[in-house]
């Protein structure tokens, strides 16, 4: 409830927000599913919100392991920088900023990028510079995936990836479809 509250406040002043309530745990788990965290190193999340994911992540990675997560929203950043976590790294910026802001041993090296920005509001020129910028962060077979609630992300990655696969999660308000793209090495068109 206290999640849905600053969704709510957040929505108001702040249309790139995107949603009126956070994601579900239904979804949250369903999305988590596509990972392996026993071998994942870095996760990469695109807009944090109120944490769901980044806490359910937290939880579920190896102690060693390292989470990024981009929240352009005031509220919501402050929400995730007061997790207390070693693992976590929380920038205030857009995820366009990623290859500049994430340490250079990482890009490259990403096992997942998990997004939840609402690529419905970008031109189809941010849609590809981001997903480009998205594969160039992946290590070789590491995997973009994205919950958003229309098939508009379908043909960008198309383009950018290749490749992607499609679950739908109704268990949400809105229900979502989740993308899983693989940065695979060969057969992609970029
Ligand atoms: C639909 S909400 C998802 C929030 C949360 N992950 C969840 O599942 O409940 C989208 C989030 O992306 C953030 N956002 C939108 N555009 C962004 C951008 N370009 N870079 C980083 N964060 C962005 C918004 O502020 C918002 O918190």
Redesign the pocket.
């Known amino acids: 409830m206290k999640g849905t509250i600053e ?1 709510l406040k ?1 929505f108001a002043t ?1 249309r ?4 009126i309530t ?2 579900s745990k239904y979804c ?1 788990r369903k999305l988590s599913e596509h990972i392996n965290f026993s071998t994942t190193d870095v996760i990469v ?6 944490g ?2 980044t806490k359910h992540f937290l939880k579920k990675m190896r102690p060693d392991a390292r989470l990024f997560v ?4 005031d509220n ?1 950043y402050d929400l995730l920088n007061s997790i207390d976590d070693d693992r976590l790294t929380v920038f205030h ?4 900023d990623l290859l500049e802001l994430l340490p250079a041993d990482v890009v490259g090296s990403v096992d997942h990028v998990v997004s ?3 690529f419905s509001f970008f031109d189809w020129e941010m849609k590809i510079d981001i997903l480009s910028k998205t594969r160039e962060a992946l290590r070789p077979e590491g995997s973009f995936l994205a ?1 958003q609630t229309s098939g508009h992300l379908k043909d960008p990655l198309q383009e950018a990836f290749g490749n992607f696969t499609t679950e739908f999660c109704w268990k949400n308000i809105p229900p979502y479809f989740i993308y899983d793209a693989v940065n695979r090495v060969n057969g992609a068109s970029s």
Do not use: K, L, R
């Open positions: 969704f957040s702040d790139d927000v995107a949603s956070p994601s949250v999340e695109y807009g944090g919100g109120t769901v994911f981009f929240e352009t929203n919501f910026q857009t995820v366009e939840g920005i609402p919950y």
